[in-house]
């Protein structure tokens, strides 16, 4: 139950979020780079998973604006930049799934893991 009581506030949604994110990219991002090397580990899910961390980054930057907003915290400035810079590199990701189509296990798996360090290193500046 401590994961709901989590839930019921800005601030602990921000906190599951920033897990989701870590967890969840760093899941996909290792996965997409063993699927580049063993054709046998490409699977739909992988898409799922790597989707959803991606999506859960929009979600967090949302919330952490309106938690900023709400509670009037003066945020660290590099715990926003991390934020944004992961914002931004799941768009240019995504730009250029298309060109890169050959190399797109290398492409998210190497994001994957960018986007990752990215949420520890945040997740380190904002708990200060």
Do not use: C
């Not at 949604?13 to 490409?42: C, D, F, M, Y």
């Not at 898409?47 to 309106?66: D, E, R």
């Amino acid at each position: 139950m401590i994961f709901a009581t989590e839930l019921n506030s800005i601030r602990g949604i921000h906190e599951v979020l920033s897990w989701v994110i870590v967890v969840g990219n760093g899941v996909a991002g290792l996965w997409a780079l063993v699927a580049h090397q063993l054709p046998k580990t490409r699977h739909y899910l992988l898409w799922w998973i790597t989707g959803i961390a991606q999506l859960a980054i929009a979600v967090q930057v949302s919330v952490g604006v309106s938690l900023m907003v709400k509670e009037n915290i003066d945020t660290p400035q590099f715990h926003l930049f991390y934020g944004f810079v992961a914002f931004i590199t799941v768009g240019i990701v995504y730009s250029y799934r298309q060109s890169l189509r050959q190399y797109q296990y290398l492409l998210y798996g190497g994001s994957g893991l960018f986007l990752m360090g990215l949420g520890i290193r945040a997740m380190l500046l904002g708990s200060t």
